[in-house]
């Protein structure tokens, strides 16, 4: 591990970095990806619009962590739901992900979040790792609970 981690807010110019970073991970995990010269249009756009908040990690940019704010009608509070959170193959265990997580985490604190959620593969112990390792559960009601379940489709 080297020293601190350099993590900046990504803006609109840096979109064309944001969509190689993100193909490459849907790519990596053998899910499908538009390609870049797509996605790099329409995240400039998400950016620019504050739809979405993107976090870039380490000075290449070797990571990312990209985010929504969403308000919770139980808590009438922000949730921050962590969409990705990608650290290039070559570059983990330099500690670029757990900068990320915790970038977000602050951020989310500083616009008035009070929950944030993600989901994460069964076999990605890496991940897994380092989310229960920044105090994340996936046991409904703590430890003892049971685990809680991510569930998807295509409308």
């Given at each position: 591990m080297g020293g601190e981690v350099s993590v900046r807010r990504a803006a609109p110019a840096d979109a064309p970095e944001v969509a190689r970073l993100?193909?490459?991970?849907?790519?990596?995990?053998?899910e499908p990806t538009p390609s870049v010269e797509v996605l790099a249009p329409r995240l400039a756009e998400f950016i620019a619009e504050g739809e979405i908040t993107v976090l870039l990690g380490g000075a290449g940019p070797h990571g990312l962590a990209q985010f929504r704010y969403i308000r919770s009608f139980w808590s009438g509070a922000l949730d921050l739901y962590l969409e990705?959170?990608?650290?290039?193959p070559a570059r983990r265990g330099?500690?670029?992900?757990?900068?990320?997580?915790?970038?977000?985490m602050e951020a989310g604190r500083v616009e008035g979040a009070t929950h944030v959620d993600l989901n994460t593969g069964e076999t990605d112990t890496a991940a897994r790792s380092l989310y229960e390792s920044a105090g994340f559960t996936n046991r409904e009601g703590g430890p003892?609970?049971?685990?809680?379940?991510y569930y998807e489709r295509d409308l």
């Open positions: 993100l193909h490459d991970f849907n790519t990596e995990f053998g990705e959170l990608y650290v290039v330099e500690g670029i992900g757990r900068a990320l997580l915790e970038a977000t003892e609970g049971p685990s809680m379940l």
